[in-house]
């Protein structure tokens, strides 16, 4: 074993021999894998092999989309076989809701060239004669799922990763990590210790156990997952000898089970209600090619389902149940990328899809480690998506939760229970009492509405417009025609002071810093010029600075603020970031009567020319010291208040005594979102993410390119020279009982032009037959990669795609943003775009100037 490495990756499964597969194609070849056993001695060898190209977050989509791509490479770079059987897939719908989220799903692949397609039962039961397809209402069709050798395709990558320069060193346990001075890691093994540059976590089972080695305790829990294999089917014989095919993968929800064909035999699985985590505490690190005691008792009530809902399955024979541990985040999600404090230790764990996401996790893991920038909008994969709260216990709650519901639909509307209230604020109760209906905003308890007195503040969860629609309008219009108040301690607040504050920011910002008492509204780009942040900046003092920012995104932002500090030097000390988290709350006042209301709590002029628009001043509210902003996010005039935890139900009490001879009104999470479209305000994470520049953010006019030189200037000032390909614009929907929820493809009469901004379908389909044999439609990868299924329909094509939306109460409109092609961008005429809501395209039409206020002049009264 080498003594010295560019990088040591830890952990042989599928994950960390694609990432040390990445990395050599990437140019590194100095590179170290070492594996306390064997390759896939955790839980790749057990798995069920399986892989598809859907998944909730079309990013993540992407990248396994990437995946599946990659085995043809692999295979021939390795010579070994990765025994692909490309067989396509259905996911079955039982109820017209579970119809809806494939539709959804559906919307989703046209404008990522996915070519995916609505079917019948009865087209599904052609291809898996198995089935009883009068259980079922619709299914949806994706040629690109399938099967392939766990063991098979790790050493694939394996060797492959060895022709490239890789060294692979097996039976050698890490037992410690230490890091030098000079960032410098020790990894201290029972064979030697070898010094890195970096370190990669792809510890699998045991990643939870790597991470503690450097005081990280990651959000992952390792659950039992069962599937059974039958005996040889006499019916799949029949069927493979009588269509030359093997049967499809079958996904059933009601039933939360998935089959396929394996040899002569079926493969099914499930992800059962009655779920049970393995080793939640500690990993043994003596385990290894070993299968875990089966319990079907545990997954009979899902097999009940399966048997009825595939009758075919139910008199064979079971040969064996498959009972091993898998590893997953609260999300479901993979954790990938720097730790936010540390330097130089990645992680690419908790990636339960292994043979899905293998391959795009390496892919973005080495682009990050290679060239700084993953190459794709990884966020729903990021580690720095998790804040402290998600600590060991509320890990296991989640974790369990997310595997029970694996299969189960996630309302745009709803709200999970487990592990909830983690991170409550002073009001927490208050709220309660006053029947607001509670939502998890990055751990903390934010109140989305209020429900009517008498009446039982709860979601009915539904992809169409709820109980909340009314009360949500009644806090809208009371905010815009008097003065409403909401709670707003889910922002991030961040503090940088120091003698070089302000040279750092101007040097991470894009727009000029603010003078003293005064705000600026800024992007942050990373060194490519995409948009990693959107901040609003408050100068409190000669050489203090006041932050507030999205709250998922402290540690994201956090890990790039610590990147850009200065290092050493005399300039070393003189920039400092306190990240406030829960220990600085605020609440929001808006409205006409705003104003009144404030005057009434402060000992100081608030007229409009005493405190301006975008102006910052300390004062005490109510008697109690804060920090107040004049700016809302709803676009009307009003005040963020800012105080310590310890004064917030005072600052409240204030507001709300105050407030009875103006109307005052609480309102929530959801009515503050419905105001921000009334004024094409962005979101961070749906509007505002790093696959998007700051022109294409349509955010020009904080984007100051004259200023010195900050980073990502060069990129941006060449996306500006070009003009951007893209553009964020704002949509009136003519919507009927359900508004967009976000990822809905946007349509345009355009004829036969191609605006180029949708994604080609990937090549790399499966045929689809009836229940004759006869190919129903073809998709080689010749006519895939030509081909636009699904994305054009005579003269309409599909030119872009939704980022957030819904209703906006006040205009009475049903509302969109979303990005469409630069030249299209302010082209309002109706009858131009259409935007696909469950299945129907709904007529839309762009607004450019926001449909309230447009002049800005309420904000600024």
Sequence with gaps: MKSHAKAVVIGGGVVGCSVLYHLAKAGWTDILLIERSELTSGSSWHAAGGFHTLNGDPNVAKLQAYTVQLYKEIEEISGQSCSLHLTGGVMMADTPERMDFLRLAHAKGRYLGMDTELITPSEAKAMFPLMDETNFV????????????????????????????????????????????????????????????????????????????????????????????????????????????????????????????????????????????????????????????????????????????????????????????????????????????????????????????????????????????????VWGMDVARFGEWATLRYTNAKVRENYSRRFS????????????????????????????????????????????????????????????????????????????????????????????????????MTNRMPKTGRIVLTPMLNEFGRLIGDFTIAKAGEERFMIWGSSAAQKYQMRWFEKHLPKDGPR???????????????????????RDLLQKLVDVDISTKAFRFMDFREMAVGGAPCMVNRITYTGDLGYEIWMAPAYQRLVYKAIKEAGEEFGLIDFGMRALLSMRLEKNFPTWFRELRPIYGPFEGSMDRFIKLEKNDFIGREAAAREQAAGPKLRRVSFIVDAADADVMGDEPIWAKVGGKDYGTVEKPHGYGAPRFDAGGKEVRGSSAAEGASAVRGIVDGDWRVVGWVTSGGYAHYVEKSMAQGYVPAALAENESAGLFEIEILGHRRPARINVEPPFDPSGEKMRT
């Design 138 to 377: 619709g299914a949806m069709w994706d040629p690109v799922e399938g099967h392939l050798d766990p063991s098979g395709t790790t050493h694939a990558y394996a060797k492959a990763a060895r022709k490239l320069g890789a060294e692979i060193v097996l039976r050698n346990r890490v037992v410690e990590l230490t890091q030098e001075v000079d960032g410098t890691w020790n990894v201290v093994t029972e064979q030697g210790t070898v010094k890195a540059e970096h370190v990669v976590n792809c510890g699998g089972l045991w990643a939870r156990e790597i991470g503690r080695m450097v005081g990280v305790e990651l959000p992952v829990l390792a659950m039992e997952h069962m599937y059974l294999l039958t005996e040889p089917m006499p019916e799949v014989e029949e069927f493979n000898k009588s269509t030359g095919r093997e049967m499809i993968g079958v996904l059933d929800f009601k039933g939360e089970i998935y089959t396929r064909q394996e040899r002569n035999g079926i493969l099914l699985g499930t992800y059962e209600k009655a779920c049970k985590p393995w080793s939640p505490v500690n990993t043994p690190w003596d385990f290894g090619h070993e299968l875990l005691q089966p319990d079907i008792d545990r997954i009979a009530p899902s097999l009940e389902i399966g048997f009825k809902h595939f009758p075919g399955i139910e008199k064979a024979g079971i040969k064996q149940i498959i009972n091993g541990p898998f590893t997953f985040a609260l999300d479901g999600n993979p954790l990938v990328g720097p730790v936010q404090g540390l330097t130089n230790f990645w992680c690419a764990c908790a990636v339960m899809a292994g043979f899905s996401q293998g391959g795009g996790v390496g892919l973005a893991l080495s682009n990050w480690m290679v060239h700084g920038d993953p190459g794709f909008d």
């Design 409 to 508: 639909i996630r309302f745009p509307n709803e709200e999970l229970p487990a592990a909830r209230p983690a991170q409550t604020t002073p009001l927490y109760d208050t709220m309660l009492a006053n029947n607001a209906v509670m939502g998890d905003s990055w751990g903390l308890e934010t109140p989305l509405w209020f429900a009517p007195k008498g009446s039982e503040p709860k979601d009915i969860v539904s992809f169409h417009r709820s109980n909340d629609f009314g009360p949500i309008g009644e806090e809208v219009r009371a905010t815009r025609e008097r003065v409403g108040v909401t709670e707003i301690a889910n922002f991030a607040k961040y503090e940088v002071s120091g003698p070089g504050a302000e040279d750092f920011l101007n040097r991470l």
């Design 572 to 594: 070393a000390s003189e920039v400092r970031i306190h990240r406030f988290d829960q220990t600085l709350v605020g609440l929001s006042i808006a409205g006409p009567k705003s």
